[in-house]
């Protein structure tokens, strides 16, 4: 910061030491309101370590927040939809289908192999990640996964869902062959893909085929930003740092993820807790009462996968 910190600014900061992340460089203090409370909450959001845009979004909600319950409380942090203007799920004919309220544990797999492992052992959410650049092993894999999965609920008369993550093309193709599929199936997408030209038709094609949609975000803008497409869940991470993938922001803690979950909740949202998560740390997410837990090396690195998947769905489910 480059100017000392407001009373209240230093008693919200003071109330909230488990949000608080490094402050990376200097962040500037760009007001859009003259406001004291607003004021106050940019400059304690920054010096919690919250990147700009996030703490414009804090900051204007804490102010929405003290004018709507008439006091100002630097205990209290925002986690009403009304008071980020974020748009609470089901609002209008734009939502995507819905998924359960909790997603359990939530295994992010390599591919379809794996997800067939997966899903035989009963894990309530499954997702394929699969990176190549052939266009031909992107399909194979797709399809395979589907199947797998299809093959696993009929013989286990059960119903685990599967998200493919970005192949949302070649899951319409699987999908147009059989609609029965809808009963489990989806895609998960990045922020990068919703900056995407191509996406505007993607998303409505998606929509409009009845599948499920879960997008991934990083912190309260992009929070804001996912919900004006009404998915059927948001993802929050990374939780803590993680090497499978290349992070633009930094590891968010379980004390911000305690306040996302929240304001996600509130406004109809299943969210979905991911990045660098292990057993060790499932206590402390469940805490935060987020819904679903997204794992990747703590059961595809373990010597023995199933049972490892088995003990975080007990775990979780206790």
Not at 124 to 152: G, W
Not at 216 to 227: F, P
């Amino acid at each position: 910061m480059n100017q000392p910190l407001s009373t209240n600014a230093r008693a919200i900061v003071a109330a909230h030491p488990d949000k608080a992340l490094p402050v990376v460089g200097t962040p500037q203090a760009r007001y859009s309101n003259e406001d004291p409370i607003y004021r106050a909450a940019l400059q304690a959001a920054l010096a919690l370590g919250f990147i700009e845009i996030d703490a414009e979004c804090l900051a204007r909600a804490w102010h929405a927040q003290s004018r709507r319950t008439g006091r100002f409380d630097p205990d209290i942090w925002p986690v009403e939809a009304v008071d980020f203007g974020l748009r609470p799920r089901g609002e209008g004919a734009s939502a995507f289908a819905s998924c359960p309220p909790r997603l359990g544990v939530y295994a992010v797999l390599p591919d379809a192999q794996w997800v067939g492992r997966l899903a035989q052992a009963g894990v309530p959410t499954l997702q394929l990640r699969f990176k190549s650049p052939d266009p031909r092993a992107v399909r194979r894999e797709v399809r395979a996964a589907i199947e797998a999965v299809k093959a696993a609920n009929q013989q286990r008369n059960a119903r685990s869902l599967l998200f493919i993550n970005d192949h949302w093309r070649e899951t319409l193709e699987v999908l147009a062959a059989d609609a029965s599929l809808l009963d489990f199936l989806g895609v998960h997408l990045g922020q990068e893909d919703m900056d995407a030209a191509a996406m505007v038709e993607g998303f409505d094609a998606i929509r409009a085929a009845g599948l499920r949609l879960g997008l991934s975000t990083h912190g309260y803008a992009e929070m804001l930003r996912a919900a004006t497409l009404q998915p059927s869940y948001i993802a929050m991470g990374a939780v803590y740092p993680t090497t499978l993938k290349q992070m633009a922001t930094a590891p968010q803690g379980p004390g911000r993820l305690a306040v996302y979950a929240r304001l996600l909740q509130n406004a109809g949202y299943p969210g979905v807790a991911i990045g660098g998560i292990s057993a060790a740390e499932l206590p402390v997410i469940k805490a935060t009462g987020v819904g679903s837990l997204a794992v990747v090396r703590a059961i595809t690195a373990e010597a023995n996968p199933d049972a490892a998947a088995a003990q975080l769905m007990e775990a979780w489910d206790a």
